[in-house]
């Protein structure tokens, strides 16, 4: 009789790991960027669940101003609007993030039924959104996780009033060019009849916006960083992220604050199979943030199709909301 040896083998099955999916338009963008003259990266690859996560720190600094002036003016915006939507309507909020800023008008407005948040960063979002869902337990929260720079293919609306949303002076981190085309794709994604509420932050005492990005306890630095981090975990990266300064000024001629990171030595890294040479003192440029004028926002707005309809500015001028209309 033959042995159970004989009988029945045993193959050895090697199982290969699994490959992670990877963002091609990440890679694109990150390899373009890092193949300028000027390196750079773009501001909305900040935001994974920690770069996320650290932005929720650097808002509630005191030297980071912008949040909590705007969180103390929506109030005051939000009883001035709610007898100016008097049908039921929805509320789009572009990179939406932690939703807290949305709270005064959701509380204020009455008329608001359903909320729709766009966000790059899904867990993030998803997080945020069942808080929120807890809060307003009778407001239907449909969360969209997709780039807010293009046009967004919203769910159903059953013809509300759409109001889009977008607080934090984030278009500033936009050139006046790319500001104007974000403004010319939200009213793409809202449609006709539409409205945007949208927090700007002004010009003001340099030494001012200097502290607010430049913190003592170095979250901000923390922050700049951890996109290189971000890197190196989805696109096999070998940044030394320690190897890198933060460092951001305000350029008075360009009326921004930039932020960059310095290669505090000469280095090679290695970026999805291409090597990216440095200088020592050589910087990746990661983001702008504008600051305008009233007159200079109502220009930018107006040139993208809206209306300036309602402003409201913050004491000592620190901060500016703006309710435009779609005028197609």
Known sequence: MPSAQTLFHTQEV????LTPVVDRNF????LTGLALPQKQLQAKYFYDQQGSDYFDQI???????????????????????????????????????????IKPLLSTISNIRQFIPIDISGI?????????????????VKPVVADFCFPVDLPALDHQQKIGFFPGST???????QAARFLENARCTLGPDSCLLIGVDTKKS???????????????????RNIL?????????????????????????????????????QQVVDVFGSAVAFAAG??????????????EFCQLAQSAGWQVERSWLAEQDLFATYLLRNRC
């Open 14 to 17: 090697t199982i290969a790991p």
């Open 124 to 140: 993030h979002l998803e997080m945020a959104c069942q808080q929120l869902q807890t809060d307003y337990p009778k407001l239907a």
């Open 229 to 265: 981090t971000r890197i190196n975990r989805e696109l096999g990266a070998n940044f030394n992220p320690e190897n890198f300064e933060h460092y951001a000024f305000y350029n008075a001629g360009q009326g921004r604050i930039e932020m960059h990171l310095v290669s505090t030595e």
């Open 282 to 295: 050589e910087s990746i440029h990661t983001e702008n943030s504008y600051k305008y004028t009233p007159d």
């Open 59 to 101: 808002c509630q600094l005191p030297e980071y101003y912008p949040y909590q002036t705007e969180l103390n003016l929506l109030p005051r915006v939000a009883s001035d609007l709610a007898d100016s939507f008097s049908s039921d309507c929805t509320i789009v909020e572009f990179g939406a993030g932690s939703l807290v800023k």
């Open 171 to 177: 278009i500033g981190n936009f050139c006046p060019a």
């Open 27 to 30: 890679v694109d963008d990150v």
């Open 206 to 224: 340099p030494s001012y916006l200097h502290r607010a990005y430049n913190d003592a306890d170095g979250i901000t630095a923390r922050f700049n």
